[in-house]
């Protein structure tokens, strides 16, 4: 049985440094609620597979194998004492693609990543033992952000769209299930009718799982994919195979060019994974107006130095594309939305964020939910970039302050998406002396009249 919180206590611990480490029923209760939840949203995880498999050549029991070791140190966040759903760094992931493209396929292109991924992660370890993340995001200007973030929202979208991607051998099952996501996400219409009904309430709260379930039944039918093989038993994951040809194991240490030519991509990842600290921390202040019974300790330090260890560990053992982020933004926000129910609805939010990963952990092993999406997952993959580019689009935006800003942004993040990071940086930094240098504030034109007040 779960040790229980006193009122207006944390939840109970095991002190390690700057680690809590809390072990499942004993630690926390296990809410079921939200495992099945987690289980059934593996699907979601399931689509990096086709990523590996194109960019990278990976076979199926290949990429299988990282998603699993991906969805292990999933559950490293809520061990450890942060007390969020983590996930993909996904607003950075066409960028990435981008990146790597750059490099000959096969044991050249697999370096690349891995001195990528290993980069992010001492970046972030260092960032938080020391504490200077938010030091080195504030002095970043607002129009390189923007850019950055923008760029990622072009990339996304083109990463679907160029001749003999995903669009073209999907089209009509892409039309369908996108505009179903984007209803679902964006539409003003379902914000104002999903709380009036419950059926409607319980569908928005599942993210884009209504869309892979959808392409599952549209798909076949329009004959763009077979219909699901459905097999039984648990999945084979070729972890052999991965650590014997897909590690630096096996194909050889990135050379120190591979470091210097990645760090731009680096630089550029960690800007729009802050986003996901600030988002992170905001959800987790406002969940805590509801419920004076816990208290709550986010601590974005630690969790800098997880995500970091998750992104060095993989590039060790499993290298990713789709990299390790400290939040699943869509999914933190359902867990939290029930959490803000009382305390008989979810005990803490350490359980559901915790019970929710356990979950998406245990679909990956069952085969039936693995083969049950199989057909679809490149289709999984482009809803996923076409909503995360739209939503990269607005933020971006959101993020400039003047127009001049957003007129450096677009170019700068057009530039990003279409030769890389390296020059999409370059890009940024001469616009912004050369259009912002001597500038006095009253002659900026903010782009929100809040901001010439401030």
């Known amino acids: 049985m779960a040790m229980t919180r006193e009122y207006g206590k944390e939840q109970p611990y095991i002190p390690a440094g700057p680690f809590k480490i809390r072990i499942p029923f004993i630690h926390y209760k296990f809410e079921w609620a939200d495992y099945i939840q987690g289980l059934l949203m593996c699907a979601v995880c399931l689509g990096a597979i086709p990523m590996l498999q194109e960019y990278l050549g990976m076979p199926f029991e290949v990429a299988m194998a990282v998603v699993l070791l991906n969805g292990i140190l999933y559950c490293a966040h809520v061990f450890l004492g942060d007390p969020v759903i983590p996930g993909w760094i996904t607003p950075a992931i066409p960028l990435l693609m981008i990146h790597v493209s750059q490099f000959e396929m096969g044991p050249e292109r697999l370096q690349a990543l891995i001195a990528f991924e290993m980069s992010l992660g001492v970046l972030a370890i260092f960032l938080g033992i020391t504490g200077l993340g938010k030091k080195i995001v504030n002095i970043v200007p607002n129009a390189m952000q923007s850019g950055i973030i923008l760029g990622a929202g072009f990339a996304a979208v083109m990463v679907i769209f160029k001749a003999g991607a995903r669009f073209d051998q999907f089209p009509y099952s892409i039309i369908i299930c996108v505009g179903l996501g984007f209803y679902l996400l964006f539409s003003t219409h379902f914000k104002s009718i999903r709380n009036k009904n419950k059926l409607l309430q319980t569908i928005g709260n599942l993210g884009i799982l209504p869309v892979v379930l959808l392409a599952v039944i549209v798909a076949p039918l329009l004959g763009e994919t077979p219909w699901p093989q459905i097999e039984w038993g648990i999945t084979r994951p070729a972890f052999s195979v991965l650590w ?5 194991f096996g194909i050889g240490f990135p050379p120190a060019e591979m470091f210097i030519k990645g760090f731009p991509m680096v630089f550029s ?5 802050f986003g996901d600290m600030i988002q992170s921390q905001a959800l987790i202040e406002d969940v805590a107006k509801f419920r004076p019974d816990e208290v709550i300790d986010y601590n974005p330090n630690r969790s800098h130095i997880i995500f970091g260890l998750r992104n060095l560990i993989m590039s060790i053992i499993g290298p990713d594309l789709t990299m390790c982020g400290p939040l699943w933004a869509a999914m933190q926000v359902v867990v939290c939305e029930r ?27 069952l085969l039936p939910i693995v083969t049950l999406c199989k057909p679809i997952l490149g289709i999984a993959l482009a809803s996923t970039m076409l909503i995360q580019g739209y939503v990269s689009v607005r933020v971006g935006v959101m993020k400039a302050r003047t127009y001049n800003d957003l007129g450096i942004a677009g170019v700068m993040g057009a530039i990003l998406a279409t030769r890389g990071a ?12 050369l259009v912002n240098s001597f500038h006095k504030p009253e002659h900026d034109n903010y782009l929100f009249p809040a901001e010439s007040e401030a």
Do not use: E
Not at 244 to 248: L, N
Not at 422 to 433: E, F, N, P, S, Y
């Open 339 to 365: 959490y803000k129910q009382g305390r008989k609805a979810m005990d803490s939010i350490v359980g559901g964020a915790g019970s929710f990963r356990f979950g998406t952990l245990t679909g990956y092993l």
């Open 244 to 248: 014997h040809d897909w590690t630096f």
């Open 269 to 273: 990842s960690y800007i729009v994974l």
């Open 422 to 433: 390296a020059w999409g940086l370059a890009a940024g930094i001469v616009l912004c002396v």
